[in-house]
């Protein structure tokens, strides 16, 4: 039993790396109703900002203040470049946008700061750390409170600040917004801002545990079934799906695994999505969109 | 009123394709006053309000906010020269519970101003006891009231207010009269309103504009403008289309005086 419960907590923690990424998503989904699948380039772009300031001697709090700022240029580059010139477009062609976005992210990353994989050290220890009979990773740990403080930060900012106010008003109804007067623009620099900073803290903490490196980008593929899952509008949806999948995944692997041959808990969260699609189309968190007619 | 219109619109036109829906409207808007637009279904009334608040953009003519000609810039900037507005069909946050829809339309001021200046708005509109509740799932009277208040809250020098009053029960339309009148002289806020409701419409507005196919017909006090023989044609052709769909077909003086009659009635 006590192993059991190692592979599920192993697994939950496992998905916590998962929601952080999916939670990128969430904040533009959330204020645009655009998939934005330039989520992974960013967390790359901002990882290897990172790692390659740090290893030009800056201080660690330097380097993740100028990590933040590039990619708050980021985010106002792509109000200027990709969104102001589409507004009011379809969400599929804004989605468009995004895919060609990312590869320019990608590009622009690496001519920057070149394609070699750089090791990141954070300085957390990842030894098993024994909490009553079970052994957990102390890396794992750190990286589950990193993001309780972030969705909790988050949560603050919707629910407390102005620009939240702002931005749960452009994401019930944009028409009704623009009335009262909220600049959407604005907006879209803020949402796209805190996804940057969403995408800063997953790549530092993806980083760590696979070195900064091209693939990071691909992390959108691990995200993907977690927002399925999860509802692509809301935070705690995408924590509650990352859980899911980490913990699933983990648990398939070590009892199913050896009766399909190993390696399932690659494509195990997708056949988990496929039957989340069935079953409740709009995810757990997600609301049922309703068509008035 | 010899002062500077607040909002003057001269020679208006807009057009949908091949569609004419204002053709050459100029009137002006004079500071604290009650001005109604009023016409048949179709007359345009909603597309002008739509030109006033900028989410249409006319093909000529200009529209001028206290002098100031109001180019292209969109509903957005409009909102924040000081025009606020409600719609005949509603544009709230339904998700959002009644106290923050009106927070987002607060133009000013720190936070937590911004929530006290809300609470008392909802204290002015008497909605307080549905502070928490989320917009959606309040009656449409309620609903109605709390875009109000949202337009209120941006402590608007104009207020646009497209059917403020349809759907409502006879007491709900009391209350919002009173309401438009209070926020007129206590706040000094200069109103322009759509309104089918000719009984409240009389009452409330110090001036009137008819409009007919998208042309200004009459212009002038209600008491002018209920005797003026063009907006009685107007609304006899209405009167005498409506009958005849309904009804049969009556004499087409019987219907013109069926139609005057509900303005006379209250």
Redesign the interface.
Known sequence: MDFFFEVLVGGLLAGVMYSMVAIGFVLVHKASGVFNFAQGAMVLFAALTFVSLVERGWPFAAALLATLVAMVGVAVAVGRGVLRPLAARPPIVLFMATLGLSFVLEGLAQWLWGAQVHALDLGIEDTPLDMGGLLVSRFDLVAAGVAAALVAVLSWGFHR??AG??L??VA??P??????????ERVGRWVWSAAGAVALVAGLLWGARTGVQFSLSLIVLKALPVLIIGGFSSVAGALAGGLLVGASEKLAEVYAGPLLGGGIENWFPYVLALLCLCWRPQGLFG?PRVQRI | MAATPLLSLEQVTLRFGGVTAIHAVGFDVHPGEVLSIIGPNGAGKSSLLNVVSGVYRPQQGTLRFDGTPLRAGGPGRIARLGVARTFQNLALFKGMPVLDNVIAGVRRGPTAARRSQAEALLEFLQLQRWRTQPVGVLPYGLQKRVELARALAAQPRLLLLDEPMAGMNTDDKHTMARVIVEVNRQLATTVVLIEHDMGVVMDISDRLVVLDHGRKIADGRPAAVRGDPGVIAAYLGQARHDQAGSMGGRDSVGAASAAIGSWRAT
């Not at chain 1, 028409?175 to 959407?184: E, H, K, M, Q, T």
């Open positions: 600040t102005r106010l702002a749960r008003a019930d109804d028409l009704a917004a623009l009335a009262v007067g909220i600049d959407l609301e």
